[in-house]
């Protein structure tokens, strides 16, 4: 959604202004012209910031309030859950005993790549914003450590919680946090990246030095995998995902959380707040 | 052996102070205690720069001279030339009609990679110094265009010589090349690192602006992979490469250049002269 907001060429196209921004959104049919759908039912669809909206049969996917709340689908059975789960299998390739390192640690990705990766028998290491993040982190999703972002000497702290180096780090911030973990950074380390929202706000490169020559030749001299990827780069493995985190779900391996906030006016704090880490969880908006 | 003269923490060692740098070599036999070498036979050796060794028959490998010249295996046949046709094929991925950019157009590396990928169907611009190299890239090894890097413009050049964009950019050079190349990189782009020759003699991070944070952002909107790597990791591929390099070879699909400099006072100047590009062609020492 943040990337839409720009003219900055990337992989989605810019919403035109004065038009509402594009989202997944769970919706309730009020009027159904197709047989497949009913007053009533509850869908999956692809659409905008808005409370009613037009939408074709097609485009819409039944949801199973029986399998799963609703919502679900617009977190760990969906969009970010897939993009924790394959991110980390195709590029972060975990094997037992790596050590993993995710920012945003709390959130609706993050969360989900620290979780799944301790199930595969990974060292796994957060990083999120404020003690009662860090504490959730550790006590309730299970990670090995979290640190305090706000806290002084990330770098220090990062090395101390990560003694034999680092293998996977799934960027999904950029910022303090990837300057702390590139010295870390063990020989074939991998790195999907999946977000910078560090940088997001930025119009200009940061006053220098210019650490682009260094990362260059940590690289090389790491045998480093750096990759940019979306989601819909894995659309193929959508089946093999859902069945394997709706069993984690089911036997209680996968914990989540919701920060929801209420009413369309409610959209544009709640987005700008989930970009500033003020979300404690997945960040919803309730229409209803 | 740049990497091995700085205590940097790299892949190789550092040489210690006092000691002569290690190097491949060809060498020929004085006198053997091993049946399976005899006096005269010539042998490809890991050693260092110097005129006289002691070696391990089980670390030298005899070589044919009627197969090739015996300094083939320093170079076209050698550990450059499974370089560029390891990282070509597991990192660079290359599919007829893709666009590949190459600095050091001319060298043991550059040129291997262009003339390979033109043997698949790409569309091949190297980058040289001087227009006697680009012109030796164009019309003796083939490629598409080859652009002067001591010209200025070198961003509109590129952006003119890849109408179609860039799909694979094999980086040996870092430095104005790379900042070329940067904006051109198409989506899934890949990026074998196998050399950052214009920093190896940083010993600070240039002055700003910081691109570091772009970087990641482009490697994030472009589904980039960039990826380190040096040659022994592909140690499996020795004999396929082999075959099909000799088999270039035999039907002149490859043309190899040498740039031999006499007695082993040269080595510290064609050691520094290859580095700021003054070889042309594979820089080779000869001691007899």
Chains 1, 2 share one sequence.
């Not at 959104?25 to 009913?38: H, Q, T, W, Y």
């Not at 009662?132 to 002084?152: I, N, W």
């Not at 995902?241 to 544009?268: N, Q, Y």
Request: charge should be neutral.
């Amino acid at each position: 959604m943040r990337g839409r907001m720009s003219d900055a060429r990337s992989y989605a196209a810019p919403t035109p202004l004065g038009s509402p921004p594009p989202t997944e959104a769970v919706a309730r049919v009020l009027l159904s012209n197709n047989p497949g759908l009913a007053a009533g039912d509850q869908v999956l669809v692809y659409d905008a910031w808005r409370d009613h909206t037009v939408a074709k049969a097609a485009n819409c996917r039944k949801l199973d309030p029986a399998q799963a709340p609703v919502q679900s689908w617009l977190g760990v059975l969906g969009m970010p859950g897939r993009t924790a789960w394959a991110g980390l299998k195709h590029i972060g390739k975990p094997k037992p005993g790596d050590t993993l390192v995710v920012g945003a640690a709390t959130g609706a990705v993050g969360s989900l790549v620290g979780q799944i990766a301790r199930l595969q028998g990974l060292r796994v290491v957060g990083v999120a914003g404020g003690a009662e993040k860090c504490r959730h982190a550790t006590e309730t999703l299970g990670f090995d450590a979290c640190l305090d972002r706000h806290q002084p000497d990330l770098g220090q702290r990062m090395a101390d919680a990560c003694p034999r180096g680092i293998d996977i780090y799934f960027e999904l911030t950029g910022g303090d946090v990837l300057t702390a973990v590139l010295p870390l950074l063990n020989p074939f380390a991998r790195i999907p990246v999946c977000g910078t929202i560090a940088s997001y706000n930025a119009t200009t490169a940061p006053e220098g030095p210019d650490r682009l020559p260094a990362l260059m030749r940590l690289i090389l001299t790491r045998s480093l995998t750096v990759r940019g990827f979306i989601v819909s780069e894995f659309d193929a493995d959508r089946p093999a995902f859902e069945t394997e985190m709706s069993a984690w779900l089911a036997s209680d391996r996968i914990v989540h959380k919701e920060d929801i906030s209420h009413g369309l006016d409610s959209m544009v704090p709640a987005f700008i707040g989930m970009l500033e880490g003020r979300n404690f969880g997945k960040a919803l908006v309730r229409l209803d």
